[in-house]
């Protein structure tokens, strides 16, 4: 089972500041990477849950099952770059999931969408500053996603 790097933040607000200023991650960098992609999945799914309509848990869960996917092509970058088997972590096993998921307002989308948009030029960073092509390829699948995840929580607003 995959575990955190003893240097990750104990916070899920204090790992995301700690990536957000990364431009060329090492490998505990992708290690955290990793946990917070895969903790995407659950805080959308649990945000869904409390939705205001099915549109809105729609474009949610949508984004959720994107962010586990970003989690294994980071994964696989991991594999790539340093040959090391790093699969997601379950929730269970996940220090940054399971939080409990604020109510779905105006404000928190409009944070989402900054939030998605700020991980679409993280990982345009990442990609410009990693020489391997195939990982590079990798973390700029993952910021196209991004975008998109963006758009849809922009979507969600007008549904609100
Ligand atoms: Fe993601
Ligand atoms: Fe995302």
Known sequence: MSQLPATAPATIGEAFKHINAVTHPTLDD???????????????LALAEG???AGIAELLRANGREEMDHAQRVSQAIRRLYGVDFPPPTAEQNPYAGGPAAPVT????????????????????????????????????????ETLHGQRAAQAITLL
């Open 30 to 44: 992708l290690k955290l990477m990793v946990f917070l992609e895969a903790s995407g999945q659950s805080s959308y």
């Open 106 to 145: 105006r404000a928190l989308l409009e944070g989402v969408v900054r939030g998605e948009d700020n991980g679409c030029a993280l990982y345009m960073t990442w990609a410009d500053n990693t020489a391997d092509g195939e990982a590079a390829e990798l973390f700029r699948l993952n910021a196209v996603e």
């Open 51 to 53: 939705a205001p309509n």
